[in-house]
């Protein structure tokens, strides 16, 4: 298994906000899209068109949260992700939220897999240009 670190600085967007004046707990989730998406091009150098030609999905496998603090309108959040590649398929990342206290918002985990599109059958390790890219990654990290 490969692990790393990666920090995500976000706001709330007015659009995310309820009637409470929080952000309403759903949209917590698509805050660690972007952070996934931003590790995604950041740090592995990936853009989304790389993705759409290799003929590999990344499906949510399982997900999970726990809320401590409401985010509102204005907070500066920073999205803590600690990635994990594991060998047998699928990658796990576990998240910590904090505002602009470091006050801890939220954690969540979110487990991905690979399926190939084509067949929309589910890979059993991942894809060798991804791994290759990963372990690339990480030899420069050391």
């Known amino acids: 298994m490969l692990e790393s ?17 929080i952000m309403h707990h759903s949209k ?6 972007e ?12 853009e989304l068109e ?3 030609t290799k003929g590999v999905l990344f499906p949510v496998l399982n997900v999970s949260g726990k809320y401590y603090k409401s985010i ?13 590649f594991h060998e047998e398929g ?7 939220l904090y505002n602009q206290y470091e006050e ?13 599109e084509r067949t929309r059958r589910l890979l059993l390790t ?5 791994f290759d890219r990963i372990k690339e990654v990480f030899l420069t990290m050391e």
Do not use: C
């Not at 801890?104 to 190939?116: A, C, H, N, P, W």
């Not at 991942?126 to 991804?130: G, I, R, T």
């Open 35 to 46: 952070a996934r998406f931003g590790y995604i091009t950041d740090v592995l150098k990936f």
């Open 5 to 21: 670190e990666y920090v995500y600085r976000t706001k709330p967007r007015f659009i995310d906000i309820d009637a409470y004046g």
């Open 126 to 130: 991942p894809p060798a240009w991804l």
């Open 90 to 96: 699928k990658i796990t990342f576990n998240y910590i």
């Open 72 to 84: 509102t309108y204005g907070d500066e959040i920073s999205i803590h992700m600690k990635v994990q």
């Open 50 to 52: 790389d993705f759409m």
């Open 28 to 33: 917590y989730f698509s805050l660690l899209e």
């Open 104 to 116: 801890k918002l939220f954690v969540s985990q979110v487990i991905v897999g690979y399926i190939e």
